[in-house]
């Protein structure tokens, strides 16, 4: 039987005949493709389509005097501005209130806050998204109340920012996705008594809320949230109370904010409106005024409204003003030539807050 001749002699038989080998080939044979071979066209990985979404703002919230009783039926408790929120993709306001029905106030303030934590369910049952506690009431009844608030908000399972445990949970964003757009929202308060500052302020281990007085603390969270989200919102308490323009503190915030990542600054605390704008390609509204709150009349503090945005990713496409004015804490939606008159002072508010009508 003929035995079979190793493959290397028969490799130097050919080398012996045609006197080159293998490597010096003009034409070297291919190694064949492997599951991993560059040369191999990567798998795509789908692309996460988004399209535009709305966001509606309202703004300074409680349910004090007259607006207390409204509690007993949460689900109607925001009166019929509830309609304007419910037709947005988001919407959000400012609870300025402690959720606690104990506590002991804060010394020496005129006017203090707190609800129930029914209010949780009547901002819910407005089609209110998220709230932001970080504002000059939200620990009116001190650490007690604190406690309480905290216990309110994992009960309700309601969403809330600006307030937490600790620090990282204070200046924590709440996100959803949107349409296909990763939305983020950062709650903190510029606007605290002087007394109450440190012991308001969340820290390390330290419950409490997300003050912008901590100017780099909350640059971080901005910066951060920038990391991993389409569009970033920064909900502020800042302003001086009945001061028409937005004043020195949030004239040198807003644009920082910006720089940090921020597509979208928005806020309230003046009792009045403040110009709405755009600031560069992102968008500033410096005073949202009133919203559910039982002290207004129809002067210039009962005038209100919501914001609503059209945002795609980092883009304000759209800004539209649903103007209101607040009877009997509530906020009441304006239609005819009252509405468009609302609507045209409104647009006139931006004079003096340095802001474009357009990016």
Request: glycine letters at 10%; a positive charge; charged letters at 20%.
């Amino acid at each position: 039987m003929r035995v079979p001749r190793p493959l290397p002699v028969l490799a130097a038989a050919v080398v012996a005949l045609t006197g080159c080998t293998a490597a010096s080939s003009d034409t070297p044979e291919k190694e064949p493709l492997s599951a991993t071979s560059p040369a191999q066209k990567p798998t795509k990985k789908p692309v996460r389509e988004s399209r535009p979404y709305t966001i509606s703002f309202g703004g300074d919230v409680h349910f004090e005097g007259t607006l207390r009783g409204r509690l007993s039926d949460p689900a109607t408790a925001l009166g019929p501005i509830a309609q304007v929120l419910r037709k947005s993709d988001l919407a959000m306001v400012n609870l300025e209130t402690a959720i606690t029905e104990g506590g002991t106030p804060a010394p020496g303030k005129q006017f203090t806050f707190r609800a129930p934590a029914t209010a949780f369910a009547a901002l819910k049952g407005a089609g209110v998204d998220v709230a932001s506690m970080a504002n000059n009431h939200g620990m009116d009844y001190m650490q007690g109340g604190l406690a309480d608030s905290l216990a309110a908000i994992k009960r309700a399972k309601f969403p809330v920012v600006g307030i937490g445990k600790d620090e990282d949970a204070a200046y924590k964003p709440f996100t959803r996705t949107v349409n296909g757009n990763r939305v983020a929202i950062i709650g903190a308060t510029q606007v605290l008594d002087a007394e109450f500052v440190q012991s308001w302020t969340a820290g390390p281990g330290k419950p409490g809320l997300a003050s912008a007085k901590n100017e780099a603390r909350l640059l971080e969270a901005v910066q951060d949230a920038r990391k991993s989200a389409d569009t970033v919102i920064v909900h502020l308490h800042w302003g001086t109370e009945l001061q028409k323009c937005p004043n020195q503190a949030q004239l040198a915030l807003a644009p920082k904010l910006v720089k940090a990542g921020a597509d979208v600054v928005v806020g309230g605390h003046a009792h009045i409106l403040l110009g709405a704008g755009y600031l560069n390609d992102s968008y500033v509204s410096y005073g949202l005024g009133n919203f559910v709150f039982y002290n207004s009349t129809r002067g210039t503090t009962g005038r209100t409204g919501v914001l609503t945005l059209t945002i795609k990713g980092r883009k304000v496409l759209k800004d539209s003003w649903t103007p209101a004015e607040i009877q009997g804490g509530l906020p009441i939606p304006l239609t005819g030539s009252a509405g468009t008159q609302a609507v045209a002072a409104w647009r006139g508010l931006r004079s003096c807050a340095g802001l474009a009508a357009k990016p």
